[in-house]
């Protein structure tokens, strides 16, 4: 199943998510919340902090990298297919809108 994410914004924890596919964009969501080295026990776990001040053209390139990375070690059901990129603003903000495919045996 096909699932796209926008992550402009902030989104409110679920603790009991109704389905898996629910659970799995939850997990996404908050692993790209998440800088590297915050986490206890789990420092490789979150977004390269380094990215933020690079060009916009390399800061895209290197943030996929980083969620393709993300996704295949700490969530396995679901496969990024592709990432698109809202406009950066005047400020230089990159939102990125992520295809996924979430493993049908799962569902």
Do not use: C
Not at 74 to 101: C, M
């Amino acid at each position: 199943m096909k699932l796209v994410l926008n992550l402009a914004g902030k989104t409110e924890i679920n603790f009991k998510p109704a389905t898996v596919l629910e659970e799995v964009q939850q997990n996404i969501l908050h692993l790209f919340s998440l800088k590297r080295g915050e986490v206890p026990y789990a420092r490789s776990k979150g977004v390269d902090p380094d990215i933020i001040d690079q060009p916009v053209d390399v800061a895209k390139i290197k943030f996929t990298q980083n969620f393709t990375k993300l996704v295949k070690e700490y969530e396995p059901r679901a496969e990024i297919l592709k990432i698109g990129w809202n406009e950066a603003n005047i400020d230089g903000e990159l939102s990125p809108k992520i295809l996924l495919s979430v493993d049908e045996r799962y569902l």
